[in-house]
């Protein structure tokens, strides 16, 4: 067996405020192979963002990782110096931040911050860094790359800067690069672009991807797995086709269902989740998501689900599989979401429940 790339076990992110201590996030675990793509899905507010900076130990005052473990390549980055871990990330674990504009420095040309982070890791001549800086640019496609690395990030459009703060990620040639929404703010036309350049990486460099969005339509184009996480939880995770065909959870069904299809025969009110996620101060008991979901039953009240085997490599945490909806639904009313789909990556939208 080949061990994980990355392996998070057991992590717990809290936040400690005046109104209570928020649980950002609560025991998820999950695995990262070489080369892999995974994507994270939720509504906001479910735990996505604060998982990835919780990799990267970029957690804000006043949260801190409570618990669990961060292991990259067998080793613990939660109990390693802060030295030691500042020299992995961004060389060997990399984040693009979901607002390029406000992670890029409006002051210092673009080219110029790409060479910084070389130079965080690197001994190199400046020559060599601003060659690798216009190199770099050209590897994620920016046009006219010389000019480009001279001009500032405000001079850029939103697909450039995305693609400068790309360049950065890939600076170091890293094993892992966490993209967090990096579609958000982008119109559709530039979206298929990046998550075409994220394949290409993924393809030809073996870089593993964690994409973290909202967007289904997204995940679809370019994970291999999925995992759904919901009030600081993963309810469901597993294989991209498996959980979009055959969705074993109610959040994960309702999330699918909230999906525009270009393709429905009648014009009907896009259906929503009913309700609000819970307060992570006071959480729910039993399931978190029961008082929004449609199949609960009195165990959901009481008794929180583990997350158990629903399929060769999928799991769910539910006391009503969703096995029981399809008898009394169909599986019609999901929405099909994959590329080549009617509804595909450009019909899907940004703002599934969030």
């Given at each position: 067996?080949?061990?994980?790339?990355?392996?998070?076990?057991?992590?717990?992110?809290?936040?400690?405020?005046?109104?209570?201590?928020?649980?950002?996030?609560?025991?998820?675990?999950?695995?990262?192979?070489?080369?892999?793509?995974?994507?994270?899905?939720?509504?906001?507010?479910?735990?996505?963002?604060?998982?990835?900076?919780?990799?990267?130990g970029l957690v804000p005052e006043p949260g801190r990782v409570t618990g669990g473990e961060i292991r990259f390549r067998g080793e613990d980055l939660l109990?390693?110096?802060?030295?030691?871990?500042?020299?992995?990330?961004?060389?060997?674990?990399?984040?693009?931040?979901?607002?390029?504009?406000?992670?890029?420095?409006?002051?210092?040309?673009?080219?110029?911050?790409?060479?910084?982070?070389?130079?965080?890791?690197?001994?190199?001549?400046?020559?060599?860094?601003?060659?690798?800086?216009?190199?770099?640019?050209?590897?994620?496609?920016?046009?006219?790359?010389?000019?480009?690395?001279?001009?500032?990030?405000?001079?850029?459009?939103?697909?450039?800067?995305?693609?400068?703060?790309?360049?950065?990620?890939?600076?170091?040639?890293?094993?892992?690069?966490?993209?967090?929404?990096?579609?958000?703010?982008?119109?559709?036309?530039?979206?298929?672009?990046?998550?075409?350049?994220?394949?290409?990486?993924?393809?030809?460099?073996?870089?593993?991807?964690?994409?973290?969005?909202?967007?289904?339509?997204?995940?679809?184009?370019?994970?291999?797995?999925?995992?759904?996480?919901?009030?600081?939880?993963?309810?469901?995770?597993?294989?991209?086709?498996?959980?979009?065909?055959?969705?074993?959870?109610?959040?994960?069904?309702?999330?699918?269902?909230?999906?525009?299809?270009?393709?429905?025969?009648?014009?009907?009110?896009?259906?929503?989740?009913?309700?609000?996620?819970?307060?992570?101060?006071?959480?729910?008991?039993?399931?978190?998501?029961?008082?929004?979901?449609?199949?609960?039953?009195?165990?959901?009240?009481?008794?929180?689900?583990?997350?158990?085997?629903?399929?060769?490599?999928?799991?769910?945490?539910?006391?009503?599989?969703?096995?029981?909806?399809?008898?009394?639904?169909?599986?019609?009313?999901?929405?099909?979401?994959?590329?080549?789909?009617?509804?595909?990556?450009?019909?899907?939208?940004?703002?599934?429940?969030?």
């Amino acid at each position: 067996m080949i061990a994980p790339l990355l392996e998070v076990k057991d992590l717990h992110t809290r936040f400690f405020t005046d109104d209570g201590v928020v649980q950002a996030v609560n025991g998820i675990s999950f695995e990262l192979n070489e080369g892999e793509s995974l994507g994270i899905v939720g509504e906001s507010g479910c735990g996505k963002s604060m998982t990835a900076l919780s990799i990267m130990g970029l957690v804000p005052e006043p949260g801190r990782v409570t618990g669990g473990e961060i292991r990259f390549r067998g080793e613990d980055l939660l109990r390693m110096r802060a030295e030691d871990v500042r020299e992995i990330r961004g060389r060997d674990i990399a984040m693009i931040f979901q607002d390029p504009l406000s992670s890029l420095n409006p002051v210092l040309r673009n080219g110029f911050q790409i060479e910084e982070a070389v130079l965080a890791h690197r001994d190199l001549p400046r020559r060599v860094t601003a060659e690798q800086a216009v190199a770099l640019l050209r590897k994620v496609h920016v046009p006219a790359a010389e000019a480009r690395a001279k001009d500032y990030p405000h001079q850029l459009s939103g697909g450039m800067r995305q693609r400068t703060m790309i360049a950065m990620g890939l600076a170091n040639q890293p094993a892992v690069l966490i993209a967090d929404e990096p579609t958000t703010a982008l119109d559709v036309t530039v979206q298929a672009q990046i998550l075409e350049l994220l394949r290409e990486l993924n393809r030809d460099m073996r870089t593993a991807i964690v994409m973290i969005t909202h967007n289904l339509g997204v995940v679809a184009g370019l994970c291999d797995r999925v995992i759904v996480m919901y009030a600081g939880q993963i309810v469901e995770e597993g294989p991209v086709d498996e959980i979009f065909e055959r969705p074993q959870h109610p959040y994960t069904w309702a999330l699918l269902r909230s999906v525009p299809r270009v393709d429905a025969m009648r014009h009907e009110r896009l259906r929503s989740i009913e309700g609000l996620p819970p307060d992570l101060v006071q959480p729910p008991s039993g399931c978190r998501f029961h008082p929004r979901c449609p199949f609960r039953v009195d165990r959901c009240f009481v008794e929180e689900p583990p997350l158990e085997s629903a399929g060769e490599g999928h799991r769910a945490a539910c006391w009503v599989r969703m096995a029981r909806a399809y008898d009394e639904m169909g599986a019609a009313d999901l929405v099909d979401v994959r590329p080549g789909a009617a509804s595909g990556i450009h019909a899907a939208g940004e703002g599934v429940g969030g």
